[in-house]
């Protein structure tokens, strides 16, 4: 199965500043990385996810860079804004066969104003 | 377009009972997964179902089953409840069945508590 490692388990930063948090895994046929968001009291939420055949993505304040010859992806966060406190999970998998998704143990971000 | 709608939000259970979760998916998503939130393991896959069929499972006990309706309604059921059970319950759904690359959509989780 999958292993899936998270860095930061916490980040604390000041409004304004950039967050990296790094996601390495095991399997190298996985294809599809995904992070998602998850604020207190809700469930986890897709806020930006890159195909094994494009590097970079960008939404506004949000990339994810992909490095598949290291097996490693990052969330990047710029210009951070407290209401970008939340934990941030990673969940990369293979499409296709047996799915067993493995997320990992998550990133508690937090932005003080 | 409604999200994914879980119910109760809330139960508190005694050990040695049952319960069951119920999620109903996005209109028109027919895949249906179910996870394990605690603060000690994180997220763990329970099992997902598409188009009533279970199509993979995660590894916990057989006291946890799950199935899914003809509408795509999905249940779980935790029978003989033990304290470790205690957790956030979340179903997700997805257009395809989950090997497809494709977002899931989060409901909101159902909080068990057993005493």
């Known amino acids: 199965g999958e292993n899936v490692e998270q860095h930061p388990s916490t980040l604390s930063v000041q409004e304004g500043d950039s967050a990296v948090i790094k996601c390495t895994y095991s399997?190298?046929?996985?294809?599809?990385f995904p992070w998602y968001k998850q604020e207190l009291g809700k469930g986890p939420q897709l806020i930006i996810d890159i195909r094994s055949n494009v590097g970079e993505k960008k939404d506004q304040r949000i990339a994810v860079t992909l490095n598949k010859t290291a097996k490693h992806f990052s969330l990047h966060i710029t210009e951070t804004q407290p209401e970008d406190s939340a934990v941030y999970f990673c969940a990369p998998r293979e499409s296709g066969g047996s799915y067993i998704p493995t997320f990992g143990r998550g990133t508690s971000l937090i932005v003080h104003p | 377009k409604a999200g994914v709608t879980q119910t109760p939000r809330y139960l508190i259970k005694t050990r040695g009972q049952q319960v069951t979760l119920s999620c109903s998916p996005i209109s028109g998503h027919r895949s249906v997964s179910w996870y394990q939130q605690t603060p000690g393991q994180g997220l763990q896959f329970l099992f997902e179902y598409f188009s009533e069929t279970q199509r993979n499972k995660g590894n916990f006990p057989g006291r946890f089953s799950g199935r899914q309706f003809s509408n795509s309604r999905s249940e779980m059921n935790v029978s003989t409840l033990e304290l470790g059970d205690s957790a956030l319950y979340l179903c997700a759904s997805s257009l395809g069945p989950a090997q497809a690359p494709g977002e899931l959509f989060f409901g909101e989780g159902s909080r068990l508590t057993v005493l």
């Open positions: 399997d190298s046929a996985s294809n599809y």
